[in-house]
């Protein structure tokens, strides 16, 4: 029954916990892809934990070499990824509007009808003038400001004031040639707002005051290029966002001075009739066509675009992670500049209304308290204006992956980075133009912040040019990433995050989670996803490439096979094998997980007098190959340990039993033996008995197997029968049907004299050496198990490994692996109990004789805690090697706490064995 029970546990919760392991591997062991194809000497090297920034823009793979992927056997999708350039953008021309209604006037009613617009509201609903000006102007203060924040500190980028007078505007007719004409102007006496240049000044309207704020600094964005039809097949229903891109025109209908003057035709006054929504130019919304075109507009006129400009056909991300604050204080001052009140003062942040390349409304504020009346004109209050962008400046001085180097392994297998600074990138400079040609730009009203650049800086010699792009449409970057997974996360490229979270400062204190956030230049360490996707011929006109040239950075491919890793992976390593074949470095990438990397940044932060400091240590999700192999060999590597280490408890409490079990039928065996049984049939007569707990026991086996069906139910099921089977011929051999000796005492020569408790309990364990044996194995095996259980509870985790795919399928099976071993400690403890009792009627028989020879309490106590203490010693040894061996095969990080558990094992076991009782 014990084998039994043993058996049926200890195979239900090892063969459940196989199961779940199983699952949970096999669920997440596959990515989107499982080979990333690198160029020639970029490949693999001896460490499998890879940084997620592969795109380096360096290139190095052709699309013959492409096509050749493509076209061997067993490739269902071979998608191409490349860093195309990087792109300067200018938020220009902040404004702070006033509300200023004058009210319905000729003017309005004529650009009414000029521009056919018949849904404005009629003009006897329009309300009487409104204004948050007073009629007599009054001095004013405006104070701007531009904080930034990387997630941990707060940069002010500038504070810039400027003073002036502001009123209410007024009609005024005014004589023209010809007749008379209706103006908005200013009161008198106002001298409007003035920022440093290259701000423009403070000038009326018929519904607002505006007022031109300082500029905000650059920023840099990123762009990467793709194949559109076969990212969308990697991705799957995620990848929908690069439909737009899959039917943009071929090279040859890219003509930018072509497709620009086409939208300036069909730009007419009716184009808003319904509102901006339906203002729709060959398919092409209003927000994607309307920054093209003034783009196109500007570029003209600054006369930067050529026969040979491309349009760049883009896909751009939706919002930004870049934090910055724009505000605006308003006080209202007396003639010596003194505040008389607080106006107010309102704020906008960058936030998810930012769209690269494609924001076709200007950076506005309002002035506190005011109403925008724009809405009176239906769609004529659409305009299509300069917006946050200028035409984009277009490099290939772009930066490639950061440079990291790696520490020693941890004994999780993980490895700490320290990123490597590669120099200083100045931001927050305003750029080199100008409202007035006769002057230069004032750059007195900010103090250039300077972000370190931990990436490298690449610079391709092709002259191409000017590009000018049209944005076809939006994507997520954060549902990008969740399409990728996160257990088996594998990035997809410029375009797929991998945020940063600072956990400990310069000084190596802990602090709580902080996400940074990316720099305004694109250039540090925290990398937001790429401004925008492009395809290959717009990474081509951007940067003056040919077909033939090695412009692809990367290739991630899907082998065409069903199933996990394990299932998939003979398909998979010929694909990479083929692969390899052209010349090209492989990274099997199946059976991948992230894993949370520890990067030590240094010189992160310039402070105004030059000092420099580090940041600290942050992590960030990378890549560990081969995961899924070290997880699923870990984890059942320690459920086979604990099942085996169970059954051999079972087995020794088994040939305990038998011993136990023989010993009592002595009696029957020395009667049969005198009614003239011979001793052959004395044994067969005691063997069938056995033979058919046998036959229950293959029973059980038989059904526990054709329920598991798995080679360590079979293999736990032949070494239970083979335990049972040998205990049983062991037993009929003990089995000898002599009668007993006399019992009458020795002669005293023959017996040594002993007069101390601890020469006692020598001669009893010298005298009894099976029982004592069997004793100091049974605790032996107890210390084993304890240390088994520490080990599981303790360091189980580490042992699993550092990864994400390892931490949940610890959580699906660490608590059936502190079953099986609690289960062991169990079955060890019995045991001990089981050969404690061999001779405890014999102990109790030699303590009643002891004690009326006079010995007291306090020397029978002495005695037993003698014998135990000899067997918890010769035991030690056999416990602490137990829980070193199986530690290795469980947790191997932690011999010491198995050790440590063992031995305590041991002398609770030696303080429950001397407890006072009677």
Known sequence: MVLVAAMLLSVFIQDRAQSSLGQVVDTNSRGLYDILVLPEGKGPDADTL???????????????????????????????????SKVVQDIEFPQLKATDYVGYNENIEGYLEQQNITDAVPASEWPEPDSVLSEEPKNYRITAKAVTSNGVSDTVLFETGAEGSLGQAKLEELKVPGGSSLRTVAPEGETGIKFPDPAGGSVHGDFDLTIALPMLPQITETVVAVDPAAEQALLGEAGGFLAPLAKAPAPSGRSAMELGDKFSQQMTPGLFAEGADSAEIDGHPFRFWSPFLTQYRSAMEAGTLTEDSKVIPLVVRSGTD??????????EIDDAGNTVAEVGTVSKELGEGYLPFASSKPFQLRWP?????????????????AGLHQPAEWTTDFLSTPEYVAGEANPDGSVDQTVT??????????????LQWQLEPDQSQREPVNEQSYRTSLDDPADAAAPLPFVYGTFDANAVREAAGDVNYLPLGGYDPAPVTLTEDAEGNDVEDTALKPGLSGAGLAVQSAGAITDFNGLAAVRGTSDTDPVIDAVRVRVDAAGSWADAAPNIDAVAAAIGDLGLDVQVVAGSAREEVSIYVPEYHQEADGTVTDLGTVSQSWVRQGAASAVQSSLGQASSALLFLTLGGAALLTAASTVAFTRSRRTEAVTLRAMGWTRPRIRSWFLAELLVGAAALLAVAVVVNAFSRTLTTLVVSGVVLIVYVAASFISAALLKPVPPAGDAPSSSSTVSMIDTPLKFALRQVNTNRFNAGAVVVGVGVLGAAAGALAAVILDLPRAAGSTALGSLALSQTGGVNIALAVLGVVTALVLTLMTGRFDLARKREQWDILEAMGWTPTLLLSLRRSEAGLLAVMALPLAVLGAVGVSLAVAPHAALRAVAAGVLAVILWFILMTRTRK
């Open 50 to 84: 890879k940084q997620p920034d592969y795109v380096s823009g360096t290139g190095g793979i052709t699309q013959e070499q492409l096509g050749q992927i493509r076209g061997l056997a067993d490739v269902g999708v071979a998608a191409p990824i490349s860093l195309v």
């Open 322 to 331: 870049l934090d910055l604050t724009y505000s605006v204080d308003i006080e």
């Open 369 to 385: 308290g005011g109403e925008d009346y724009n809405y009176l004109l239906g769609s004529g209050g659409v305009q299509v204006v």
């Open 421 to 434: 600074p590669q120099g200083w990138v100045t931001v927050n400079e305003l750029p080199e133009k100008t």
